[in-house]
């Protein structure tokens, strides 16, 4: 799908990316990792294009389609729907698709109410959201995220995981520069490591193999459901049911409680 050979790029004759070779295939999801400043953003950008190497080529199989997520977003004078408006159009889509997306995607990411905020006044997190809601608002052939979850609250990671990972389904190849284990091991295939310019093959360990549970909640007096968990809950006779991992699973029961839900059940998957 996309090939490097024998990439170079130097920043005032330093060397950041040294005789880098390897190839992409459709469909993996590969993380970067390494110290700060390692290179990992740098091969991001040369594959996307963004930056040219000093030396060597990247070949394309075809014409592809790249979205990136940098980690640096700029604090722009639009407001975040503005700036999803022209990025959807940008992207082919008419304002009437681009509108819808970004009214599913912000419910998904708990961002309806700071759409209407302009970008220099969100916070980093806020806009890594931009960023992200701005790359799913057409599938791509091919995602690059720099930090991805850098900033972001523990209910987006969970929605932002389950995303990526509706996107692997899809065919849909990801790059990823990283430094979180838990992100590596819910979404990627392979991870490579920086050391001097060079990438060296490391295995996924898949350390942190997660287990899914579902909950039940029945309703207390004056119950409301929290903004952390719209859009998540199965209402069902007697209550409500929401599935969540193991990671967030005290988080969203805190959650509840606090609303004024009352848990009545857990169970994982299996029915245990």
């Not at 594959?47 to 940098?70: M, N, R, W």
């Not at 987006?156 to 692997?168: G, P, T, Y």
């Amino acid at each position: 799908m996309i090939t490097l050979n024998n990439v170079v790029k130097k920043y005032n004759q330093k060397v950041v990316l040294n005789d880098i070779s390897f190839a992409i295939e459709p469909g993996q999801s590969i993380a970067f990792t390494g110290h700060n400043g390692c290179g990992k953003s740098t091969l991001l950008k040369v594959v996307a294009g963004l930056i040219q190497p000093t030396s060597g080529k990247v070949e394309y199989e075809q014409p592809f389609l790249f979205h990136y997520v940098p980690e640096h977003f700029p604090k722009m004078n639009f407001t975040a729907e503005e700036y999803l408006l022209f990025q959807g159009g940008m992207d082919g889509l008419t304002e009437g698709m681009v509108k819808e997306q970004i009214d599913c995607l912000s419910e998904d990411f708990f961002f309806e109410n700071m759409l209407h905020t302009k970008m220099k006044h969100l916070s980093k997190g806020s806009l890594q959201k931009v960023g992200v809601i701005q790359a799913l608002l057409k599938e791509p052939d091919v995602l690059l995220l720099d930090e991805p979850l850098s900033g972001q609250d523990v209910a987006s990671q969970q929605v932002f995981i389950d995303k990526m990972n509706a996107l692997r389904q899809n065919g849909v190849t990801i790059l990823m520069s990283c430094h979180e284990p838990y992100l590596i091991d819910a979404i990627t295939d392979w991870t490579y490591r920086f050391e001097n310019g060079k990438l060296t093959a490391v295995k996924n360990e898949k350390s942190l193999e997660e287990k899914w549970f579902v909950l039940f909640f029945e309703k207390g007096l004056g119950a409301v459901v929290p903004e952390k968990c719209k859009g998540h809950l199965q209402f069902v006779e007697g209550g409500c049911k929401l599935r969540c991992s193991e990671r967030y699973s005290n988080e969203i029961i805190v959650e509840m409680l606090n609303a004024g839900w009352n848990l009545r059940g857990m169970w994982n998957e299996d029915g245990v």
